[in-house]
T-cell receptor, first 113, second 113 residues
Framework: GNSVTQMEGPVTLSEEAFLTINCTYT??????LFWYVQYPGEGLQLLLK?????DKGSNKGFEATYRKETTSFHLEKGSVQVSDSAVYFC????????????FGPGTSLSVIP | EAQVTQNPRYLITVTGKKLTVTCSQN?????MSWYRQDPGLGLRQIYY???????DKGDVPEGYKVSRKEKRNFPLILESPSPNQTSLYFC????????????FGPGTRLTVL
């Protein structure tokens, strides 16, 4: 079956620090991988995605590369800001056949000035 | 504006009193889903619908019902709520399930006393 494992945190960083949030997955077929972000008091919104191996998704300074050989999709940002404080969810969506949508447990990030 | 709306946003009720949380999307999406979010557990899928009159169970369907009589609406029904259904609920939609971004509503915080 499909599953997503994600570092749970919480993670606390100083402004301008480098961020990595690890995500690994188990999947049959060829899933697409997503990072969603949830700001305080809001619903989830898509941050970035990658639909096939070696694709790199990027948005707002965040990046993640779909690594099929290591079944990973780690989220990175070179210099975090206070406004990046949020909960980040790694998610897996099926490729060629339907299965349940799987979210990781979420990683809470706090960035302090 | 493309959006997913949920009502109510906050609800406090008592055990056994039937309630319905509405969800509506204006993007003509085929796929809709309900999730609950609990601390330490992330998002768990309750029910999903691939299209009108097509619904199926997610990971945690017990105690919930759904219906999909129209494409835009996907209400979540709790026939006899219990305290363990106290949670934050999100509705989401996407254009199909395969490799597509999900759009989330703002959430409904439910407390069952």
């Amino acid at each position: 079956g499909n599953s997503v494992t994600q570092m749970e945190g919480p993670v606390t960083l100083s402004e301008e620090a480098f961020l990595t949030i690890n995500c690994t997955y188990t999947a049959t077929g060829y899933p697409s991988l997503f990072w969603y972000v949830q700001y305080p008091g809001e619903g989830l919104q898509l941050l970035l995605k990658a639909t096939k191996a070696d694709d790199k998704g990027s948005n707002k300074g965040f990046e993640a590369t779909y690594r099929k050989e290591t079944t990973s999709f780690h989220l990175e940002k070179g210099s975090v800001q206070v406004s990046d404080s949020a909960v980040y969810f790694c998610a897996l969506m099926p490729g060629t056949s339907y299965d349940k949508v799987i979210f990781g447990p979420g990683t809470s990030l706090s960035v302090i000035p | 504006e493309a959006q997913v709306t949920q009502n109510p946003r906050y609800l406090i009720t008592v055990t056994g009193k039937k309630l319905t949380v509405t969800c509506s999307q204006n993007m003509n999406h085929e796929y809709m889903s309900w999730y609950r979010q609990d601390p330490g557990l992330g998002l768990r899928q309750i029910y999903y619908s691939m299209n009108v009159e097509v619904t199926d169970k997610g990971d945690v369907p017990e105690g919930y019902k759904v219906s999909r009589k129209e494409k835009r609406n996907f209400p979540l029904i709790l026939e006899s709520p219990s305290p363990n259904q106290t949670s934050l609920y999100f509705c989401a939609s996407s254009q199909g399930i395969f490799n597509n971004e999900q759009f989330f509503g703002p959430g409904t915080r439910l407390t069952v006393l």
